[in-house]
Structures are given as C-alpha cells and as structure tokens.
C-alpha cells in the first residue's frame, strides 16, 4: 500500500548563507522528494519561538531561536513515499560529526547548532509545521 506523505523541510540560515539552497534542493530531487511548495523568508524572534515552542525547556532554546531568526531561510513541502521518515534519515543525526556519510547534515552542517536542515520528526507535528509557515 502506498503511503504519500509530506514533510516540512527548512534551509537552516548556515546554509542559506553560503548559499547551499539550490545544492540542497537537488539533493532532495535526487533523493525523490517533490518540493510541492517553497518560499525564501526571514522570520523573526518571536515566530522562532513560536515554531520551536517544544525545546522551550531546553538549554540551547534561546540560542536556537536566535539562530534561526538570524538570517533568511528556505521553508519547503516534501512530498513522497513516507516522506516524514525518509526526511529524517537522510538529514542525518542532530551533531553533524555524527551523522552517516552521505547525509545533508555530514555533508553541508557546521556544528550541532549550525547542522543546515530542519525536518519533521512525526505525522502530527508535519502538519502542524506545514501550517505554520504555509497556512493562508
Ligand atoms: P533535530 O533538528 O535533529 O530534530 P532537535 O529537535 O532535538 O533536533 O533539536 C532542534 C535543533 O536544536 C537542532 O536541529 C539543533 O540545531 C538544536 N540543538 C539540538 N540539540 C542541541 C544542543 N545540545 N546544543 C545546541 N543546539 C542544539
Ligand atoms: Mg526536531
């Protein structure tokens, strides 16, 4: 049985900056993901806080949302055969140094803070992040 799913996908603002997009993006074709939506933007603090509210326990919380406030970034639709778990492996682990050859984040990322790629981690929290930057 099929299983088509899609994914929110973010070009994190390390890579925009050196401007991987496109790379990126190739990858993803590559790999057989449709991008079925895109947009280039810059969000600021409070959306980064609002996006990543479930690590607003964690340590690096603020530095995080400093982060990805920092710079423009790419925000995407994958689509394809379980997309969300595909996404999630080829990304490649949180720490770039740990991730598999072959992988976004071993490829492109620059530290565990810096690792390129965002992804959804599971069905219900891809489409509460599909809506957040794609609802109209
Ligand atoms: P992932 O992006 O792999 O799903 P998490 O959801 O656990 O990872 O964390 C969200 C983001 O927070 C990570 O992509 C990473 O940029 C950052 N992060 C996670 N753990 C740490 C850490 N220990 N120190 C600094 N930043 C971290
Ligand atoms: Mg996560």
Redesign the pocket.
Known sequence: MSNIEQTLSIIKPDAVERNLQDQIKTEFKNKGFEIVKEKKLHISKDEAEKF?KV?ES?P?YN??CTYLSSGPIVVMILQKENAILDNRKF?GA?NPQEAEVGTIRKKYGIS??K?SV??S?NLENSKIEIDFFFKD
Do not use: A, E, R, S
């Open positions: 990543y690590h964690k690096f530095d995080l990304m949180t565990i803070d690792n965002h992804g981690d």
